[in-house]
């Protein structure tokens, strides 16, 4: 089935400094991923969705500028949370959805769990 | 808009049959999804259904109603590694991104 690969599974960065996540589509083609983030206790909230070769979508809330968000090919997207702040620590999973599995091809990362000190 | 609900906890005994209730509210239905997820972990795939029925998978099954706006998760045979969040996810007609509910954190005791 399809796999989505991301690294690093664990961070810890001190406050002010920038931190770089990565989302792969093993084996196949993603030209849409889906960057969320999850509190201790809560469920999923999208963050933004990545457009292969374009700028990615925000949803509401999200700072763009904060969230640095790259799509440079049909397999990989990467986030970055610039600037780190305590508050930023959470779980970040990314997903992708796989066209040829139809409605049900959506398929998680493994989640980047991210602690600011 | 969309809106998704479901119960934040619950607690079943190994061994017996559980029911995770989710109702939801969106502008354009297309599809129901449940996920599994356990501490830490990404969430896995469990359920999808369009159609209004039941969807039988082994231990697990799916219920959804569209005039109603509500599906549920039926467990049987409970094992206490069922012990996770299950989560409600909607997906919007022309939409790319899944929508999920709370999570329901369920909690599976001897």
């Known amino acids: 089935g399809a796999v989505v690969s991301q690294h690093p599974s664990w961070v810890i960065c001190k406050s002010g400094t920038s931190v770089k996540i990565e989302c792969r589509s093993l084996?196949?083609?993603?030209?849409?991923m889906f960057w969320y983030r999850q509190f201790p206790k809560q469920s999923l909230m999208l963050m933004a969705t990545?457009?292969?070769?374009?700028?990615?979508?925000?949803e509401q809330g999200v700072e763009k500028d904060k969230f640095l968000i790259n799509h440079a090919s049909l397999t990989l997207s990467t986030l970055t949370v610039t600037s780190a702040h305590p508050e930023d620590s959470s779980f970040y999973i990314c997903?992708?959805?796989?066209?040829?599995?139809?409605?049900?091809?959506?398929?998680f990362g493994s989640g980047t769990r991210l602690t600011v000190v | 808009g969309q809106n998704i609900d479901q119960p934040t906890e619950m607690t079943a005994t190994e061994g017996a049959i559980v029911q995770i209730n989710c109702t939801y509210q969106?502008?354009?239905?297309?599809?129901l999804f449940w996920y599994q997820q356990h501490a830490g972990e990404a969430p896995t795939f469990l359920s999808y259904?369009?159609?209004?029925g039941l969807e039988e998978k082994g231990r697990f099954s799916s219920f959804l109603s569209r005039s109603k706006g509500y599906s549920y998760l039926l467990l049987k045979e409970l094992q206490m590694k069922d012990s996770a969040s299950y989560l409600c996810a909607g997906l919007e007609t022309g939409a790319n991104n899944l929508f999920f509910g709370t999570g329901t954190r369920l909690t599976v005791i001897p």
């Open positions: 084996d196949f083609q993603a030209t849409t």
């Open positions: 969106t502008s354009g239905f297309n599809g």
């Open positions: 259904n369009v159609l209004d």
């Open positions: 990545s457009n292969e070769g374009s700028k990615a979508t925000y």
């Open positions: 997903s992708a959805r796989d066209p040829s599995q139809g409605a049900i091809g959506y398929t």
